[in-house]
């Protein structure tokens, strides 16, 4: 039994997201399994850092997965880029401490949301960013970002239904860039709720377009009403772009 | 009836090329000549400044059009974009002069060839580079390049059989930049044969990973048999970046 740490990139454009759905699906936890339960020989489960949803990108998902005998890494890994789908890559395969665990030992993920603002659309870029088309006030949105960063309950930027888990969480950064034909955020925190990424995209954007003004933000909050907060902003402009993990976790 | 000039970006992975076949197919002119037929009320022909293979792409392709009916350059644009696929998309439109021609009257052309010479494939660009996978040896490649560069018979870099027509072009330039991933070639020229960039790009491949010498070159090029020149490289990492007129032309 030999414990592996996996980093991955792919394109879910033509995904039901990663996280496999009845005996599969159209997933790429579900690429990803049916492959190394056939290297394997017997049943492999891959533990991703968190599900991505339906046409969500990654260039530094993370997966933990147990192969019963011990595999020379390289090889491995040249084994799934052989067989994977064009559209996923491992980037990256090594040897973990058998407590290992992708998703349980996260400590943070930073996740860029692109936003083309081009009145001219980008046919090279589609599937990678939500096609906006009308400009935004960048400025109106990071005072807004400011507001959003911090530690918050932020079940008014979840699509799931309040429960008994916690919906607090901490967000260390928002950094907005700009260039002349594109927003991206990149959001950087010790853990994401569901669709909170895309929430958080939704409401910056109606900051930026005028219809929400900065100082409704700590309202929002407050309220832990999804209804109060902005719309869900498109899948496709989402991805994942790298998953933090302790040091010691990882060497011990 | 007035006459446009039309600058074109397409991404050609679904396309089985810029001419129409048949009927019309599913290639660019035909998706143009389709829609603006119906603008129009009556048959369009839309002029290309040339062909594009299956699967080639475009960044500034240039065509010409007649409409019986003189519309707003803006209104004409944006109404194709509203209407044409999420691959294609006019980036300008204007007025030209009755005898403007995209094809007849075009002195110049430029093409980038992108060679993926990374172990890993990225995922992303999947459909806009070669993913040839291996590093080339690029110095030699550019002393390759200059013996192409000039006035020469290229029918050995051409898929067309010898006929009537001349075969003779001008290479003003190959530029070949490089990254950590990527190889790219800039191909700026008077003209190209059917395949030629291609071909060209097989052929300095070939170069660059040691199984042929620059000293061929130039036997290659006065032997004017396609069997000398190197593999024909493929459609994805193939854009036609920009098509250049006389200023006279436009504006007479």
């Known amino acids: 039994m030999q414990n ?41 489960e891959v533990n991703g850092s968190g599900r991505t949803d339906a046409g969500v990108h990654a260039k530094g998902q993370t997966a933990s ?3 019963d005998t011990e595999w020379d890494c390289h090889v491995l890994q040249e084994t ?3 067989y994977l789908p064009k559209d996923i890559v491992v980037l990256s395969l090594e040897q973990a401490p058998p407590r290992f665990h992708a998703r349980l030992n996260a400590k943070g993920k930073i996740y860029t949301y692109r936003i083309g603002t081009s009145h001219i659309r980008n046919v090279f870029e ?4 939500y096609d906006y088309g009308k400009p935004l006030d960048v400025a ?11 530690t918050h309950d932020f079940q008014s930027f979840c699509s799931a239904k309040p429960g008994k888990k916690s919906t607090v969480r901490t967000l260390y950064d928002i950094a907005i860039t700009e ?8 959001f950087h925190g010790n853990g994401f709720l569901y669709h909170m990424v895309r929430i958080l995209t939704g409401t910056l954007i109606e900051v930026g377009n005028g219809s ?3 100082e409704e933000l700590p309202d929002i909050l407050a309220a832990r009403d999804r ?10 402009g989402l991805t994942l772009m790298e998953v933090e993990y302790d040091q010691k976790i990882q060497n011990q």
């Open 4 to 44: 592996y740490k996996m980093i991955l990139a792919y394109d879910g454009s033509r995904y039901d997201g990663w996280q496999k759905q009845g005996n599969t699906g159209n997933t790429i936890q579900g690429k990803l399994e049916t492959l190394l339960t056939r290297l394997n020989g017997a049943k492999v």
């Open 65 to 67: 997965l147990v192969m």
């Open 80 to 82: 799934c880029n052989r």
């Open 126 to 129: 589609r599937n990678y960013l």
């Open 140 to 150: 109106a949105m990071r005072q807004a970002a400011v507001l959003l960063t911090g």
């Open 179 to 186: 260039t002349d034909r594109e927003v991206r955020l990149r």
């Open 212 to 214: 929400r003004r900065c």
């Open 227 to 236: 209804k109060k907060a902005g719309f869900l902003a498109p899948p496709e």
